[in-house]
């Protein structure tokens, strides 16, 4: 037997079936926690040990050898034992405030799919598009991307993708293996991936790197930022940054032809199987852009309320979220959906909050309590010294090996694990040297977004989904082309920002 199909073959231990590489893998993070906590960085236990849980948690992220979920043990295990750190403190740091910021447009997107907008979406958007295989690939990264700016892009992934692969089943590929032999079809399936995760920082609701950037922002800054401030300072490098990733899927990456078999009459005809409109959808989509609307125009109303009421977006979430879960639906919604409808159901009932993938959605709760840990542990200003003084250097010298950093880790820990070491040490590096935090707390968030590579990132968690848990080489390759031209752009544009001195994106 080779070393590697040994490594591979499966061991069954407490009823857990694993590979003897995830086993070794599991062993291991635990390993490498005690070894920091031995190393003479410096810092005292508690410090050192804030540093041990990220190295652990990264590792786990890294390696996929448990499901990202149960990532959540570690920050509890992990301070466990570290002097001055009391348990109940460690498992409130899990209930971050910034979380209903991404649970509620989660659960409203769910929504969309539980009564068909999302497949009538797609539909609609192919229907124009035709069977070109480049076409298609294009059309599906952006709507993905579009999508994604407002809603958490594993949400995204996870509602796109069961109608990329029906599309997809209707021309021939109706199982994994077809799918994975084939250029065209994984170029699809890989295009929603990339595009959910591409679309991830435009806005705080967006994804959980996001989330934790705005938060890490409006604790350095002192106030919470408003969300027109934050999104209005991303636009433009959100956007320059789709573009490497469209041209390699309209371009470059392979093909096995250039059309699919049938014709754009099919996506006519699924289109007109929906039916018109439902009240359903239509509630869901208005109350969704109220939703929206209310953050971005709180410098408008917010003079008007009580100064002793503090309403912020995660309040605003939350509060719609339990107003949609209360309502009636209005009707059975479109004609095809994922669930039959039952007298008295909510909008948002027990079928929309089905599509909600639970061990995909526990990854932001465990990075955010990271993020939240290295502060109480002191490990960000031991990290500080680690860092790298960045700011020092030549603008696009120390961008671009900032870049470089975040780019590696995003692609390694993921992206809202990367977001959660990262953000508190860069912001008491820059605090500590007497710089502006914002801009190379909002180059983190953004660069670390570029998770394209793993399929344990939140956007990029479309393939194994498709493929029923399998892996592909194409996802590391792909990601890796469009890690690099995203990173290039990043680059780039936050170099041109820090040599020009544009306040517009230093200021919030």
């Known amino acids: 037997m080779s070393t590697g199909n040994y490594m591979n073959s499966n061991t069954n231990l407490l009823g857990i079936t694993k590979t003897r590489f995830e086993w070794l893998a599991i062993f291991i993070g635990p390993l490498l926690y005690f070894a920091m906590l031995a190393l003479p960085l410096g810092g005292t236990v508690t410090q050192q040990g804030g540093l041990a849980i990220i190295v652990w948690a990264a590792w786990y992220w890294a390696t996929g050898c448990v499901p990202t979920g149960y990532v959540m043990a570690v920050p509890i295990f992990g301070t466990a034992f570290l002097p001055g750190m009391k348990f109940g403190a460690i498992l409130q740091t899990l209930v971050h405030p910034g979380l209903p910021m991404l649970l509620g447009p989660a659960l409203i997107v769910c929504m969309w799919s539980r009564w068909g907008f999302t497949r009538r979406l797609a539909l609609y958007a192919l229907s124009k598009v035709g069977t070109s295989v480049r076409a298609q690939a294009v059309t599906w990264l952006l709507l993905a991307t579009a999508i994604s700016t407002v809603a958490a892009n594993v ?67 002192g106030y919470d930022v408003p969300m027109a401030s934050f999104t209005a300072s991303l636009i433009l490098p959100v956007l320059l940054s789709t573009i490497p990733a469209t041209l390699l899927f309209a371009y470059v990456f392979p093909v096995d032809s250039t059309h699919f078999s049938g014709s754009v009459e099919y996506f006519k005809e699924q289109l007109a199987e929906m039916g018109p409109l439902s009240k359903s959808e239509l509630w869901g989509v208005v109350i969704f852009i109220f939703a929206i609307a209310l953050p971005f125009l709180q410098p408008v109303w917010q003079p008007y309320m009580p100064k002793s009421i503090n309403i912020n977006p995660a309040l605003i979430f939350a509060t719609i979220t339990c107003i949609l879960a209360v309502l009636p639906a209005p009707d059975k919604g479109a004609a095809v959906t994922p669930f039959p409808f039952e007298p008295g159901e909510r909008l948002l009932g027990l079928k929309s909050i089905k599509i ?153």
């Open 356 to 508: 909600l993938p639970l061990q995909a959605f526990l990854i932001w709760p465990t990075a955010m309590s990271i993020a939240t840990l290295v502060d109480m542990t002191g490990a960000g200003s031991l990290m500080a010294g680690f860092l790298g003084t960045y700011w020092t250097q030549p603008p696009y010298v120390g961008v671009g090996l900032f870049v470089i950093l975040c780019g590696i880790l995003g692609n390694v820990a993921s992206d809202t694990g990367a977001a959660g070491m990262l953000a508190p040490i860069i912001a008491a590096a820059t605090s500590a040297a007497g710089e502006n935090p914002v801009p190379w707390l909002l180059m983190m968030g953004y660069t670390v977004n570029f998770s394209f590579m793993v399929p344990t990132a939140t956007g990029t968690m479309a393939l194994p989904i498709a493929l029923g848990g399998k892996a592909s080489w194409r996802l590391p390759v792909y990601g890796f082309c469009c890690a690099v031209g995203c990173c290039f752009v990043s680059w780039l544009f936050w170099g041109a920002v820090m040599t020009n001195k544009w306040t517009f994106f230093t200021s919030l």
């Open 155 to 221: 949400v995204i992934a996870i509602a796109l993708t069961p109608i990329a692969l029906e599309i997809l089943k209707s021309v021939g590929y109706d199982s994994p293996s077809k799918l994975l032999r084939s250029k065209s079809a994984m170029l699809i399936i890989i295009a929603v991936g990339i595009g959910a995760s591409l679309g991830g920082f435009l806005t705080p609701m967006a994804g959980g790197q996001a989330v934790i950037t705005w938060q890490q922002l409006s604790t350095s800054l």
